[in-house]
């Protein structure tokens, strides 16, 4: 009797196995470089040949064949990645062919400055909500009105500041209107630990921790404590010094086509705080 994964694993390998046969069948010889057939019509399949696939990416005709078999082998990352640049795939094929291969999938970091003005409309429409976008080191990039005037305006701080961590363990006015600081607070450094976890040798997370460690004896204490945690739904609650308690309820989502990136959305619990927000955003 088989059990759960290895039926999942077997389905795996017979896509795998698909996405190959596939991938071969649409090329042509000249496609990759190889001479074309002195008599065309010799081939009995379209594409490439199996061994030309061996050949052009370095691995054996038997093995690269059981492959195409959805036989229960493995495969290198470096053999993949070799099948990938013999296939011509894209890298959203590449990171298909990672993935069917077992392989931890990567995608490029965003270039922010291509996609500012795109992430600043995104904030923008989600207005009244409470909305603000961030990079890898939970660095602002974008935020909308309502945040500015619910929570507090990034724009004040320096630019080498103007991150998550800096506004929640250093920003006097922002600690004072939440009702319940530490429980979020600390939420926010679990994701931030994990987030450093992944990358810690990069320089930007090095002199973030650097500095605030420097600046607020609560992150230096409670980073000591190696904290990780993941993102759960919550409502914190805020207390404003115009429209009085607010609940707002959290939600964090990727941008599919930039997942590196985080928005935040900060919803008005009630129909009550929607008004009273929406009250403060039409004042001058």
Partial sequence: MTNGHETSQSARRTELAAF???????????????????????????????????????????????????????????VIDALARALLLDPDQRRHLRSLAGLVTTSG????????????????????NIASIYDVHL??????????????????????????????????????RMVHWESAARAVLGQFRTAVGRRPDDPRFVMLVAELANAS????????????????????????????????????????????????LQVPASQDDLQRVTSLLGRP
Avoid: C
């Avoid at 970091?109 to 009244?128: C, I």
């Fill in 109 to 128: 970091e965003t270039h922010v400055d291509d996609v500012l003005p795109r992430l600043q409309r995104l904030v923008d429409a989600a207005a009244p």
């Fill in 20 to 78: 190959l046969r596939t991938q071969r069948a649409r090329l042509r010889p000249a496609d990759v470089g190889l001479p074309e057939d002195l008599e065309p019509g010799l081939r009995r399949t379209p594409g490439l040949r199996r061994e030309e696939v061996a050949q052009l990416s370095g691995v054996g005709v038997t093995w690269y064949t059981w492959l195409e078999q959805g036989r229960n082998i493995s495969a290198s990352e470096q």
């Fill in 217 to 264: 004896p609560k992150f230096r204490e409670w980073w000591a404590e190696y904290p990780i945690r993941d993102f759960r739904p919550a409502t914190i609650k805020i207390d404003h010094p115009q429209i009085g308690r607010l609940d707002l309820e959290m939600f964090q989502l990727h941008p599919v086509e930039h997942p590196d990136l985080l928005m935040v």
């Fill in 139 to 176: 660095d602002f990039l974008v935020w909308n009105t309502p945040y500015t005037r619910i929570r507090h305006d990034p724009a004040r701080l320096p630019d080498d500041r103007r991150n998550l961590l800096w506004m929640m363990f250093t920003d006097v006015e922002n600690r004072a």
